[in-house]
C-alpha cells in the first residue's frame, strides 16, 4: 500500500505521453525549531475532541515534474533546488523521492 | 439595531468595527467571544477581519470551528443577517455559509492598498443605499483575498445575482490592473443564495471617517440599517475629522 | 565540568572578564553561571563599551514621563496620556535568516512596548540592504519585508512608516531596526521592579525550547564570517498570532480592575530568562529564586543552561502579589496561554537557580548588572574616507537635465517605496491619518482629538563622511519630517549601529555620532528617551558605514491639521522656505551620476534648522499648508518632483517653477542643503505666510506654481508627471523582480 | 528506498518507548485549482537555471502523533479531522498513511 501510494501522483496528468519524473518533494520544520502552525492544529484538534492527537508537525508536499534529464543529474540537481529555493535550510529538513512519470 | 461583533483569538478589526458602529453610527453592539454559544437578539452578526488563529493551516479553518460558530450557522439558517469581513469572509467560506473559497494573491504577498469596487447588485440588504454601478473606495488588506469557485457555483452566482461587489478601477471597468489579488471575475464580495450572508475582502470599517480611509464603507453599514427597517440614529459623536475615540 | 579561561572565552569573555568573575565569586563559576555572565556581560545587554559615553545625552524634560533604563521610554502628551515608544536592532538574526529574524525583531519591539502598560498603535522600520544587485539582496530584501509584515500585520499593529536604503557597505551586514509606538495613560505605566519578598514570579506564555542560544551573546556581538553557519540552527521562529494572545492577556491583567494583582512585569527578550529576572531583581533591590524546573518546556531535555539562556519568543516574566496566582492564570487560560509560576522574591540580592532539586545558579545580582563592565575604550579618527574637496569645475555637467532627474527618481535608494509597504497593513487600529508615502506618518491618538507623528531617518552617506554632522543632520531631516506633516517634535528614540568597538576608528565614529545626537536634540528640546546601542556589525574586518538611526515623535494637538508632501490642487502657490546653497558634498546627484562620494558633507545650522520647523508647524497650526515636504536626497528637483506624484489617491499635478539660483544648475537642482521645505498654499495665503516667516527669520521665496500635468523647472527640467510617477513607481519592483521567489 | 522513506519519521522522538501511531498526511490542491505558489516556485526555479522543471505543484505534510487507539479507529478518526480542518474539500485532495511509532 505504502508503495502504491508512493507510485502514484496526486495530481493529474498522469496518463501515457513520454517518460520524464515526478520528484515528490517533503520539506519539514528541523527538529527542535518552533512550528506555530503545528502548535495551533494540535490545540484545536485537541478542543475538537481528539485527545488522542499528540505532536503535530507541518511542512510542505511539493510535486515537481522534471523532463529530458537522466535520473542521476534529476536527483543532484533537485537536491540543488532544494537547498537553494525549495527549502529554508536554516529551519527546515527536506527529502525526496523521484519516479519515472509520463511528461504531460 | 442590535449588532453582533465576533472576537476570535487574532481578530484585529473587532475594537475598529465595534467603534464605527457604536460612535459613529450610533448603533448598539455585543460584543461576542469566540467560546459563547448563542447569538439570540441580535439582528446582524459580524465576522470582523484579522488572523484569526494566526491564519494557521488555511485562513479561517480553525476559527469556524469555534462554539460561535454553531450559533452563527444556526442564525444564519434561520434568516438572520451575517456580515464577513476579509477573514470574516473566509470563515464564511470555511463554515459553508458562503461558497468558494479564498486562496493565496496571484502576487503572492500581502497587499494592503485602497482599491476601486463596483456596485453589482444594488437591492440587497447590504447595498440598498448605493446605486448599480456606483463605484466604492474602499481599502483592502489581505494576503489571501483570492476568490474562486468551480464553474457550477460560479453560474449560479451569476445566475442568483449573488455576485454583489468586483474590484474595478475608479471608472468602475474591470480590468486586470484594478484586480489586486487575481480573483475569478474580478469579485471582491458575495452574497448566499438566501441574500442574508454577505462576504466581502475589502474593509467598509476603515472607510468610515474623512480622516481615516474615507467614507464610501458607511453606505455598507447604513444599507444594512435600512435593511433592518432602521435609519442611523444620530451619531453619539460628530463624524468630521474631529471624532472624539479610536477604538 | 571544570570551568576555564577557555571556555569562558568561547562565550566571548575575555580572559580579564573571566578573572573578575572568579575573584568576584571568589570560586570558579558553573556552567550555568558562566552562561549567565557571558549574556548579562555581552555588549548586548550590559551597553559596556557604550554605558559611559551615552551618559552625556539629554534625558530629561517636562514631558518626560520615563527615560532610558526601563523597556521603553514615556513622554506626557496631555489629556493624561502618555506614548511609550522605542527603537530596536535585529540585524544580524536577520542576516543569518532574513524573514524569521525580522519578524522576531517586531515581536521584540512590541514587547518592550506592551511590557509598559502601553498598546502598540504603530510599528516603523529602518531597513539597510547591500548595493541593490548584489546576488543576496533580493532575497534579504523580500525575506525582512515579508517578516515584517507577518508579525505586524497578524498582531494587528499597523506598519505606518520607515526607510530602505541600498549600500555597498551592508553587503554583507544588513541593517534591521524596528520601532514600535504604544499609548498608556499617564498614572498607568508599568515597570519591571521585582520586590515584595516572598512574591511569586510566574512564567507565562511560549513554552521554553532551545531556540537562540548564545543568541545574546554570539548572534549579537561575535563578528560575522564563514561559521555564522554553525549559529543557524539557533535562529527562533516568532509567533505573533501566540503574542496576540499574550499582547490582550498582558494588556487586561494591566488593566484598573485587576492591576492590583501584578507587582513587575518584563518581557524575555535577549538573553530571555537570565537577563529578565536579574534585571528585575536588580531594578528593584531584591534577588530571586527560580527552580528551572518549572520552565515550561517545548521538548523533552533542555538543560538548565539552555533555559536560562534560551531566546525562545512570545515570553513574559510577572512578579505577582501573593495570593494572586490563581486569578491571573485565569486570565491567561481565558487567552489559551500557560501560566506557571517558578519561584519567589527573596532579599539575597542574588539570582539562585536550582535544577531538580540541585542548586546551580547562585549568583550576586549586582556584578550582572550595575556593577558589569564598563569600557572607556581608545578612539583614534580614522583617515577621511574622502579628500574632502569636491572641485566643481572638474564636475561635467548634465547635458539632458530630463534624463538626469528621472534617473535619480528610480535610483534604489530615491524611487518609491510602495514595494515595500503595501506589504504592510497600515489599516488596522483605524488611527492611521497618514500612511506610508510621506514625510512622517501620523496616527490619531486615541480618545482624543490629537494626533503623533513618526518617523525613522539617518543618511548613513554623511555618517561615514562625517559621524558628527551627519549625526546632527540626521536628527535635523527627522524634524523636518515631523515639521512637513505639522507636528511639533517632543521626543527622540535612537538605535545606534556600528562596527566594532574595538577599533579605535569605529570608536572614535562612536562618539561622534553621540556627540552629534546630544546637540542637536538639546536644540530641538527632544529629549532622548529610549534606545539601543548594535556593536560588531562588520564581517571579515569590514564595519559598516556609521548609521545612527534617530527615531523622532511629534504631537499634533488637532489631527485634522495634519499636512502630507503632495501638491493639492491647481493654482496653489509653491513656496520654499529656507535658503539654496552651492553644495553638491555626499549628493546621491554625485553618487549616482558621478559614482564618486565626496566633497564632505552640507553645510548646517542647528539655529536655522530650529527656525525653520517653527515656521513650518506655526503655519500648519493657523491651517495655511496645503502640503509640505522637505527637501532631502535628490535636492530640490527630486522633492518638487515628489510633490508632483506621490499622491497614493490622486493623480499626479505638474508645477511652474522659476528658481534664480546665480549658481551651477545642477547644484541648485541636486544639492542637499539642509533647512529647506517646499510648501504649496492658497495664494491668499502667501501674506500671513510671509509674515510668520519674518517673525521666524526664515528666508522664504514664492517659486512656481501648481499648474497642468507637466513639471517644469525654468528651462531646464520639462517632464511629464505621468511619466516621473510611472519611472519612480516601478524602480524597485523591477529592480528586485530579477531575484527568485518562493 | 520508498519503504525505507515510509517507514521513517523525519521528526525526532522515535527511540524506543511505547508505540502509538505516526500519520503522514499529504493535502494537495485539487486538480485544475488554482496553485500560484506552484507557478511562481516553477518560474523562480526557471530563472535559478533550471528549464527541465515543469508543472510543480505545492500542497502542504503533515505529521500527527496518535496515542492509545486502535489502527482501525486511528483511521477513521483521522479522515474524520481531515474532513472537518485539516483539508478544505473545496479545493483540496488529501490522503494519509498510518504507521506504528513510539509515543515520546
Ligand atoms: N521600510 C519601510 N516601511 C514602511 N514605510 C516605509 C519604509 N521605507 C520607506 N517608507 C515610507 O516611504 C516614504 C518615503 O520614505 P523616505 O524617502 O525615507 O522619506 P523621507 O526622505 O521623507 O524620510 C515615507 O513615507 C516612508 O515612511
Ligand atoms: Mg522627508
Partial sequence: MPIFLLQRSSFPGDEGG??????????????????????????????????????????????????????????????????????????????????????? | MRWGVITFPGSNDDAQTAFVLERLLGESVVRLWHKDESVDGLDCVVLPGGFSYGDYLRCGAVARLSPIMRAVEAFAQGGGMVLGICNGFQILCEAGLLPGALIRNRELGFSCRRVHVRVEEADTHFTNRCRRGDVLDIPIKHGEGCYIADDATLRSLEAGRQIVLRYTDAEGRVTPEANPNGSLGAIAGIRNARGNVFGLMPHPEHACEWLVGGEDGRKIFLSIIAAQGGTAETPAVPTSSKVLSGP | ???????????????????????????????????????????????????????????????????????????????????????????HPSFVEPFQGAATGVGGILRDIFTMGARPIANLNSLRFGAIDHPRTGFLVRGVVGGIGHYGNCIGVPTVGGEVSFDPGYDHNILVNAFTLGVVKADRIFRARATGVGNPVMYVGSRTGRDGIHGASLLASAEFDAESESKRPTVQVGDPFTEKLLLEACLELMSPELSHHLVAIQDMGAAGLTSSSTEMASRGGTGLDLDLSLVPLRESGVTPYEILLSESQERMLLVLHQGSEDAVRAIFSKWDLEAAV????????????????????????????????AYDRPAAEPHASDDGKLNLKDLPEPTDYNQTLLRLMESPNLCSREWVYRQYDAYVGGGTVVRPGSDAAVVRLPGTEKAIAMTVDCNSRLCLVDPYVGTVSAVAEAA?????????????????????????????????????????????????????????????????????????????????????????????AIVLLGRNREELGSSEYLAVVHHQVRGGVPWIDLEIERR??????????????????????????????????????????????????????????????????IVSVRRRHLTRLREIARREDVPISVIGEVRGKVLEIGDLVGVDVATLRECWRSALTKALAGSAAA
Fill in chain 3, 612 to 677: 525653520l520647523i517653527r515656521a513650518v508647524v506655526a503655519s500648519a497650526r493657523e491651517g495655511l499648508l496645503r502640503s509640505a515636504h522637505d527637501v532631502a536626497e535628490g535636492g530640490l528637483a527630486v522633492a518638487l518632483a515628489e510633490c508632483c506624484i506621490t499622491s497614493e489617491t490622486t493623480a499626479p499635478l505638474g508645477a511652474r517653477i522659476e528658481l534664480e539660483g546665480g549658481f551651477r544648475p545642477d547644484a541648485l537642482l541636486f544639492g542637499e542643503s539642509h533647512a529647506r521645505m
Fill in chain 3, 342 to 373: 517558578i519561584g519567589h522574591v527573596t532579599d539575597t540580592k542574588r539570582l539562585r537557580c536550582t535544577f531538580e532539586g540541585k542548586l546551580v545558579v547562585d549568583l550576586p545580582i549586582e556584578p550582572l548588572t550595575d556593577d558589569a563592565p
Fill in chain 3, 480 to 572: 523636518r519630517n515631523l515639521a512637513a506633516s505639522g507636528a511639533e517634535p517632543i521626543g527622540v528614540t535612537n538605535c545606534l549601529n556600528f562596527g566594532s568597538p574595538e577599533k579605535p576608528e569605529v570608536m572614535w565614529q562612536f562618539q561622534q555620532a553621540v556627540a552629534g545626537l546630544r546637540d542637536a536634540c538639546l536644540a530641538f528640546g527632544t529629549p532622548v528617551i529610549s534606545g539601543n546601542v548594535s556593536f560588531y556589525n562588520e564581517t571579515e574586518g569590514r564595519s559598516i558605514p556609521p548609521t545612527p538611526v534617530i527615531g523622532m515623535v511629534g504631537l499634533l494637538e488637532d489631527a485634522s491639521q495634519h499636512v502630507t508632501q503632495w501638491f493639492k490642487s491647481e493654482g496653489d
Fill in chain 3, 1 to 91: 565540568m571544570k570551568i576555564t579561561a577557555d571556555i569562558a572565552l568561547q562565550h566571548g569573555l575575555s580572559a580579564a572578564e573571566y578573572e573578575r568573575i572568579e575573584s568576584t565569586l571568589g570560586r570558579a563559576p558553573t556552567l550555568e553561571e558562566l552562561g549567565v555572565f557571558s549574556v548579562m556581560w555581552s555588549e548586548h545587554c550590559s551597553y559596556k563599551s557604550s554605558r559611559i559615553h551615552l551618559r552625556g545625552l539629554p534625558t530629561t524634560g517636562p514631558r518626560v514621563l520615563q527615560g532610558p533604563g526601563e523597556n521603553a521610554g514615556a513622554i506626557d502628551v496631555g489629556d493624561g496620556l502618555a506614548v511609550v515608544f522605542k527603537i530596536e536592532s535585529h540585524n
Fill in chain 1, 18 to 104: 513520454i517518460m520524464g519524473w515526478l520528484a515528490r518533494v517533503y520539506v519539514t520544520p528541523k527538529a527542535g525549531v518552533l512550528d506555530p502552525q503545528g502548535k495551533a492544529v494540535q490545540h484545536s484538534l485537541h478542543t475538537l475532541g481528539y485527545p488522542e492527537v499528540g505532536d503535530v508537525r507541518i511542512g510542505k508536499y511539493m510535486e515537481v515534474r522534471l523532463a529530458d534529464v537522466s535520473r542521476e543529474s534529476a536527483e543532484v540537481r533537485l537536491r540543488e533546488m532544494c537547498d537553494r529555493l525549495l527549502a529554508n535550510r536554516v529551519i527546515e529538513d527536506f527529502r525526496f523521492e523521484i519516479d519515472a512519470a509520463p511528461v504531460d
